[in-house]
């Protein structure tokens, strides 16, 4: 169960929005569920109209017109509490007890007559856009007789009163407060207001170019507006592109100046944050998509990327030295000030069929070594979930033109990945060979070649994912193992069926004898295969072909 707090100043606003019809109509018959003694006294379960809203209004903020208190950010605290959809519908009667018990550990009731109590309500009006059934809470934080209502740490006490009430009324419980993870969300704001931006201007930009007689974004019907703006919103999610991006970047790269230089490489925009009074201590980072059409770029810090993007969380994977510490700060203040990257480094070099071998290899060791590892050990797992997302997310940078099955498999495994602390234990022997498989997957399609490798290195990833699984089933975290499984049947699947759908008969003679010498080593005893495909589908070997970062006495200042 899912606690959402908000403050303000407006009962009256707030009650009638509640049971009105909602901004998409989707209230449904509003009515109580639960509430001080006198309001379910007057109204019980009856549908409630805009006259109901105004006397439950003033009957609720009649406290803080008696006494006139004073409460910093307003007296009017609103929650709602929501239930996933897969877990169906309450009756009114579970919603009343479970209102009954939140208000008690929230501290707002008589506690026991030690205290007046704080008048509240709480009201129903059908499921969400969402299909999640919920209630929302109301309640004046002005005592009756005039005392304020303590809500000190409230958001964080609001969290631990639903884990509280999830185990006595047997609801499904939260899994990342068992297993300690904390995935960023995406405020659905966030997006709403990056698709109006950039459909308009997209639109304006269209209009001008062809000189046609197009209306003004303003003029515009709504309905035409509010299709533009969806078509937006659906393809542009810049949050979780740049996390997929900023994960791909880094567990390829082998130290802080080398995860630089490739997230320059990958073509997104980044600025160092430097500690105060200095221009050689990076303490953290942002980064943003490039703009298009004159807009301003919209920046996202690390952390509020993912927990385990924040810059201390990447540097505890990298070798800390003075050497790297000031190669890093070179390349952070190159970037800032936009001019050539310094020192290019292994991401500029091409990857022999050899190296796609002994990666294999190790990533096969990993597994082996992995088994050993106890299930319930949430830092390992993380990393593993981290270096494993990260491998997809370089190979999806490299091969996708749009987001697919590989993408989606890197965000799947990256909630394994984020937890609220930063892992403490040792990482396992082995564990860097995921960050060596991601630099090879960062350049999948570099040269034309690799594919039959491409091919091993997925099934050796699929492992490892299917580690991360049972590791999550272990755990009790349903949804998350379930995410992976669906992960790893609709995309990995999905990927290796095209590709025997997609391999072509060669003529002998054009195979390449590299080719074929790693096919060997990958399978041995088996005859010389005559079909080279691609492991991806046809929409992904379409894909931008990444180019090398020229050396510095070749290039010109970054633009």
């Known amino acids: 169960m899912m606690p959402n707090v908000v403050r303000g100043d407006r009962m009256a606003g707030l009650v009638n929005y509640l049971v009105g019809p909602g901004r998409a109509n989707e209230h449904t018959e509003p009515h109580l569920v639960a509430g001080d003694d006198a309001l379910m006294a007057w109204y019980d379960d009856n549908e409630l109209n805009a006259d109901a809203a105004r006397q439950i209004a003033r009957h609720l903020d009649r406290p803080k017109k008696a006494f006139d208190t004073e409460v910093n950010g307003g007296h009017v605290w609103h929650c709602s509490l929501s239930i996933r959809a897969e877990e169906g519908t309450l009756s009114d009667e579970q919603w009343n007890a479970i209102a009954t018990d939140f208000i008690s550990e929230m501290d707002f009731d008589d506690a026991e007559g030690t205290k007046a109590p704080a008048r509240w309500v709480a009201v129903r009006h059908g499921l969400s856009k969402n299909g999640n059934d919920h209630i929302h809470i109301a309640v004046n934080l002005i005592r009756e007789d ?19 009430l999830e185990v006595k009324h047997g609801l499904e419980q ?76 880094a567990t390829a790269s082998e130290s802080e100046a080398e995860f630089v230089r490739r997230m320059r490489q990958s073509g997104v925009i980044l600025r160092p944050r430097f500690a105060e009074g200095t221009q050689d201590v990076v ?9 298009e059409n004159g807009e301003r770029p919209i920046w996202y810090g690390g952390q509020r990327l993912g927990n385990d993007l924040s810059l201390p969380r990447l540097r505890a994977e990298w070798p800390d030295t003075p050497i790297g510490a000031s190669e890093a700060a070179a390349e952070w203040n190159a ?18 069929l050899a190296q796609y071998a002994k990666m294999n290899a190790a990533l096969g060791d990993l597994s082996e070594k992995l088994r050993a590892v106890p299930l319930d050990d949430f830092d390992t797992w993380s990393r593993v979930a981290r270096g494993t997302a990260g491998a997809f997310a370089s190979w999806s940078k490299a091969t996708e033109s749009t987001p697919g099955p590989l993408a989606d498999t890197a965000d799947v495994l990256s909630r394994s990945a984020q937890t609220r602390q930063a892992p403490v234990r040792p990482k396992p022997s082995g564990i860097a060979s995921l960050g060596g498989a991601a630099a090879l997957l960062a350049v999948a399609v570099r040269g034309g070649k690799g594919a039959a490798a491409q091919a091993a290195m997925i099934r050796q990833l699929a492992t490892l994912a299917k580690s991360v699984y049972d590791a999550s089933k272990a755990a009790g975290e349903a949804r998350q193992a379930a995410a992976i499984r669906d992960a790893e049947r609709d995309n990995l699947r999905g990927v290796h069926e095209r590709l025997e759908q997609l391999s072509v008969k060669m003529p002998a003679a054009t195979i390449d004898p590299e080719v074929e010498a790693l096919r060997a080593s990958l399978n041995p005893g088996q005859a010389p295969a005559q079909e080279i495909g691609s492991p991806l589908p046809n929409r992904i070997e379409t894909a931008r072909q990444i180019q090398p970062t020229r050396a510095p006495e070749q290039t010109g200042p970054e633009r």
């Open 146 to 164: 005039g005392t304020k209502a303590n809500i000190h740490n409230d958001f964080s006490r609001a969290q631990k009163a639903c884990r509280a």
């Open 174 to 249: 939260l899994e990342s407060q068992r297993t300690k993870r904390a995935t960023r969300g995406h405020k659905p704001g966030e997006i709403e207001a990056d698709a109006i931006r950039t459909a308009r201007a997209k639109y304006e930009r269209s209009r001008k170019q062809n000189q046609e007689a197009k209306p003004a974004w303003t003029a515009l019907e709504p309905a035409e507006r509010d299709a533009l703006v969806a078509a937006e919103r659906a393809a542009s999610q810049p949050r979780y592109e740049l996390a997929r991006t900023v994960r791909a970047c």
């Open 283 to 291: 303490t953290g980072y942002s980064v943003a998509k490039r703009p």
């Open 335 to 352: 970037a800032r000030r936009g001019r050539r990257i310094v020192s290019p480094g292994r991401e500029t070099t091409m990857p022999s």
